[in-house]
């Protein structure tokens, strides 16, 4: 088992779970595999508030996957919004409240697709 300080994701993960559902919200936490690659970490759902795509990260050390980088853009493109929470209090809470996020938090290392690449992706699909 890793020490606590080597998992600051995973509680962060853990702490938003226990604060949304004590909102109200049903939290699914996702688990990617080799067939479902670059989804968000949860699916949230409020019946007032509808529905949110998720990923927990540690602030300052996060990286987004290569799936990650290709689907969410995507996925943006077709509506679908993706709010990154870094932190289980009241503040990641409101992040939720706020547009989507995940641009954010891209750093101008990474390659992100254009919608040149997107369009192409879909033409191929």
């Not at 606590?4 to 909102?23: L, N, T």
């Not at 943006?76 to 809470?93: C, R």
Request: glycine share 8%; hydrophobic share 40%.
């Amino acid at each position: 088992m890793r020490a606590k300080h080597a998992r600051p994701e995973y509680e962060i993960q853990a702490g938003f779970i226990a604060y949304c559902r004590a909102r109200g919200w049903l939290v699914e936490r996702l688990i990617g595999n080799a067939f479902q690659t670059g989804i968000p970490d949860l699916y949230l759902y409020h019946p007032k508030w509808g529905q949110r795509w998720v990923d927990l990260k540690s602030p300052g050390r996060y990286s987004f996957t290569k799936a990650q980088r290709i689907k969410w853009p995507l996925w943006e493109k077709f509506g679908l919004g993706i709010w990154i929470v870094t932190s289980a209090d009241q503040d990641g809470y409101d992040s939720l409240f706020r547009p989507p996020n995940w641009r954010d938090f891209v750093k101008r290392t990474w390659k992100i697709p254009t919608q040149e690449d997107i369009d192409k992706m879909l033409d191929e699909i």
